[in-house]
């Protein structure tokens, strides 16, 4: 049976996981991952809406995965930790060898 702690761990491991669920997140990550960037520079260089981005970026921060930092009337937003960087290298290291495993698959 699991006590309270391991049930507040599960829950916030799940909340941290939830800002990852999303294509256009995912997206944001990747430009993130290549530096920091404002709203203006993700929506031009995404070609998603301010509002979606702005959306998206506010979960992001919700999910304590991105920081940001006011530089006169702009926020840069920047991956949070470097961790959450090796996380998604790990995820397209996985993604990258399974499509391959898939795809030798196929050649039968």
Do not use: P, W
């Amino acid at each position: 049976m699991l006590d309270k702690n391991e049930i507040m761990k599960y829950r916030m491991m799940n909340k941290f996981f939830s800002g990852f669920s999303d294509y256009s997140r995912m997206v944001i990550f990747g430009l993130l991952s290549e530096g920091d960037k404002t709203v203006s520079e993700l929506v031009e260089e995404t070609g998603f809406s301010q509002s979606k981005i702005s959306n998206h970026l506010k979960c992001l921060r919700d999910t304590n995965l991105v920081d940001t930092i006011q530089n006169g009337k702009f926020v840069i937003y920047s991956i949070k930790d470097e961790k959450i960087k090796k996380i998604l290298e790990l995820a397209d290291e996985c993604i990258t060898k399974q499509t391959q495993e898939q795809y030798n698959c196929l050649k039968y």
